[in-house]
């Protein structure tokens, strides 16, 4: 190991290879601190090249490589397992923004850039980067797009894979593709920059990317809606969609419940209702043309919506700072139900049309298995992706009814299935779900994934013990 170690510091230098405890410490815990792994050293090139030679040295040593970014991953896909055998490739060194062109409407960037400092330079430029997440001031883009990362504005701009042209990735072996095309159209064979998305660093790593800008809107506006049941925020949102179009740029669902632990838990944020209401969704619209003309369609839609009875209250944010404040009241829900006490988590996307049924089925057969449970029911409703957590009952710690995480794992998981849904719907599989998966592919989807693997790193060095 000391000659591993003495020829990765001849490469990127002694000072980012940090082996004590206290150095390597912040790259071993995954962010929800449910676990430490061990490594050997965690390894901090400055560059392309710096890391595929880190790569080659690993291969030549058969040392597990465990790529990471900034490490705000939630099913430990960046963490080593406990054998220390492995060494952490931290990506996050790799932080210069390449090149911005308006004109084709791109930016390329490198995998360690933190993706708010690339919405900044976007709109440096004049444009808009779309991909917007909690974790925005932390993650880094190739965290993003090895996760193939959503958040809150899938539904107009799509998923991370729908932003990305191009990729530079460093393979298992050491080598360096340069996939850095910002083509829109591109029919040249596999697709491999599609093959590296979402692949959770078990195929290479990618090192550099070119994204899409947008135009930036003229206006951003919010409005909040408070309702009865989820079939009713589906009917809002045809609704919105049919009068607002590609307008619409997030439909989030929070259950009356959500609010409640919010408000527990900060007692000073407050929903503008006289009254509680069993469901509310945020809507936001981004307007090229004006303020005023958002305005008119939001009120248009609510007014319409209204009639209907669709929905029993609302209120139309009138300037940023309370469309921030309603958004703000949105990001505080992981916080209070955080602040309620550890809860078992579920990430899920079901096809939009039948998510009413989902939430009455799954709630009904949980009631039924472990009575008391609380769902903390809220996400990406224009996604069809819900963040279905579930809190302990009132009368048991969370503690004991963690213990009872993988038969609530089955009710929710297995419902999910039988609605046609997914059980991972942004936060991928790493190490939390790679045995709950099986229960899910075909045997054909699993063998085709083993096989391009296989082909990739035949040596099993990248990432091992992650997805598959
Ligand atoms: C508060 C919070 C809110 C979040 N909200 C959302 C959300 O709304 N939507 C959503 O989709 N996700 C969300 N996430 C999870 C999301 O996956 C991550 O925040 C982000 O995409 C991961 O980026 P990272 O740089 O932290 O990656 P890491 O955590 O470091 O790594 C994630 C995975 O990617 C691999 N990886 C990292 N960098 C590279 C690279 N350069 N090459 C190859 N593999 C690599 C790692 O090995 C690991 O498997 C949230 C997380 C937090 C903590």
Not at 398 to 409: E, G, P
């Amino acid at each position: 190991m000391d000659t591993f170690l003495n020829a990765c510091r001849s490469v990127i230098g002694a000072t980012h290879v940090l082996t004590s405890a206290e150095d390597t410490a912040p790259y071993l815990t995954d962010w929800r601190r449910r676990y430490t792994g061990k490594a050997c050293a965690v390894l901090k090139p400055a560059d392309t090249q710096e890391l595929a030679a880190l790569v080659r040295l690993c291969n030549e040593h058969k040392v597990p490589m465990v790529p990471q970014g900034g490490n705000t991953g939630l099913v430990l896909g960046g963490i080593p397992d406990d054998s220390g055998k492995a060494v952490v490739l931290s990506l996050t060194r790799l932080n210069s923004i390449r090149h911005t062109d308006p004109v084709n409407n791109t930016i390329t960037v490198e995998a360690g850039c933190i993706l708010k400092n690339i919405q900044t330079a976007a709109s440096d430029a004049g444009r808009l980067f779309p991909l917007s997440l909690a974790a925005e001031g932390s993650c880094t883009i190739g965290g993003n797009l090895s996760t193939n990362a959503g958040g809150t504005a899938v539904l107009r701009y799509g998923n991370t894979r729908e932003l990305c042209l191009g990729l530079e990735v460093v393979t298992p072996q050491g080598d360096i593709w340069n996939g850095l095309r910002g083509l829109r159209k591109d029919n040249t064979g596999y697709d491999l920059r599609d093959l590296y998305i979402g692949a959770e660093g078990t195929l290479g790593l990618i090192t550099a990317a070119v994204l899409k800008l947008f135009p930036q809107p003229k206006a951003q506006l919010t409005a909040l809606a408070a309702l009865r049941t989820p079939d009713d925020a589906l009917r809002l949102l045809s609704l919105t969609q049919s009068y607002c179009v590609s307008s619409l740029t997030g439909f989030e669902l929070m259950s009356g419940f959500c609010i409640k632990l919010v408000n527990q838990h900060f007692p000073s944020m407050r929903l503008p209702f006289a009254e509680e209401h069993a469901q509310y969704v945020l809507l936001e619209l981004s307007d090229n043309e004006s303020e005023e003309h958002a305005q008119a369609m939001l009120e248009h839609v609510i007014s319409a919506a209204l009639q209907q009875d669709l929905i029993q209250d609302a209120i139309v944010a009138r300037s940023i700072a309370q469309s921030q404040a309603i958004w703000d009241f949105r990001e505080h829900i992981p916080l209070a139900q955080a602040a309620e006490g550890k809860n078992i988590k579920h990430d899920v996307s079901i096809p939009i049309s039948h998510i009413g049924d989902f939430i009455r089925t799954t709630d009904a057969l949980l009631q039924h298995s472990f009575p008391g449970a609380r769902m903390v029911t809220f996400g990406h409703l224009g996604d069809g992706n819900l963040h279905y957590n579930v809190a302990h009952p009132e009368q048991e710690t969370d503690q004991s009814f963690l213990k009872k995480q993988t038969a609530v794992n089955r009710v929710v998981h297995d419902s999910v299935h039988q609605h046609g849904g997914s059980i991972s719907a942004e936060h991928g599989i790493g190490a939390l779900k790679r045995t709950e998966i099986l229960r899910y592919k075909s045997d054909v989807e699993m063998q085709l994934m083993r096989s391009i693997k296989r082909a990739l790193d035949p040596l099993n060095l990248m990432n091992p013990g992650k997805l598959l």
